[in-house]
Structure formats: C-alpha cells, structure tokens
C-alpha cells in the first residue's frame, strides 16, 4: 500500500515540461513510480534522465541487465520492479525457464556459484553478481574474475551500473509501498 499520497498536479503543481518528459519516455502514460517521485520535481527530473539512460541507453546486453534488474527485484522483495522488469527480460531475448530458474535459485542463495541447466554460464554469473551486490554489497574477487572473462570493463561498468541503480530503485519502491498499477 502507498504510504504517501497519490501525486496529482492539483496536489503539487510540476512544471509542463517535466511531465511531458516524463510522459514521453514511457509512451504517454505515467506510472506509479512517476507519481512517487513527482513530489520532488529535482528528484524527478534527473531520475528521469538517469533511469532511461541505464534502461535503454546502454549498449551492453539488455537481456544481461534485465536478467540482474530481475535478481535484485526478487531479492529485495520489489514486487513493482519485478512486474515491470521480468516482460522486459523476455522481450530482449531471455525465456521463462529462465526466469523460473531465477525464481528457484532466489529461493536457495542466490549468491553462490549454482548451476542450472534452464540458465547458461554467462546468465548464472549475472545472477550471483547481483545477489553479491544486493545482499552483501562486496563482491567476491573469485566471482569478478569470473565475470572479466566474459565482459569487457566497459560491459563490466555498465552492468554494475545497472545492478546498483536498481537497487536504489527497490529500496525507494519498497520503502514507499508503491504497488503495481
């Protein structure tokens, strides 16, 4: 449930302009998160900036960075960001299998080495990376030179990216209650 009210212009006037970004990056409808953050037009506006920049502005592996996006939302307990998340996995090319894979491995830790045959070696590497970044923050030096034979520093830095902002994003989700539309 919400813990702050619902955002309306009526409540708390936003300039035009940051709406109509707002409204434009996700296809001319405005999404719960949206209304949470409109209470603060500075937040908004680079929030804005900065999520569509980590969502659809970086070349490494959408697939990879949803997959992660995924992991955090069911280890944090991030229902909206799970919603959200899990049709974009699929879209850019991961399976349900996949995901049921996830789901299963959440359930265990996450953050150990753990084969599964719906999950290749790469997706499994993913994984771990983003339980040892959500629920430990420090990274084992066993898993990070396992994760620099498949990605170049660049991929490396853009994952991570991804990883840590959706942290942010889930513990302002959960912190605040907002709920799937």
């Given at each position: ?5 619902e ?63 995924c ?91 991804a ?7 889930a ?11």
């Open positions: 449930m919400l813990r702050i009210p955002w309306t212009p009526a409540l708390k006037p936003q300039p035009q302009d940051l709406v109509d970004a707002i409204l434009k990056r996700r296809g001319g409808t405005m999404i719960n998160l949206d209304k949470a953050l409109l209470w603060s037009e500075p937040l908004a506006r680079a929030w804005n900036v900065y999520l569509g920049a980590v969502r659809s502005g970086l070349p490494t592996s959408r697939k990879l960075r949803e997959l992660g996006i992991t955090v939302a069911l280890l944090t307990g991030a229902v909206y960001e799970y919603k959200h998340h899990a049709p974009d996995f699929l879209t850019a090319g991961g399976s349900q299998a996949e995901l049921d894979a996830l789901n299963e491995l959440v359930k265990l830790d996450a953050r150990l080495a753990t084969a599964h045959p719906a999950l290749g070696t790469v997706e499994q590497l993913v994984i771990q990376y983003a339980a040892q970044m959500t629920l430990d923050v420090k990274v084992s030096d066993a898993l990070f030179a396992d994760l620099r034979k498949h990605f170049d520093t660049t991929e490396l830095v853009e994952l991570t990216s990883i840590a902002t959706y942290n942010m994003v513990r302002f989700l959960v912190a605040l209650g907002v709920t799937p539309e």
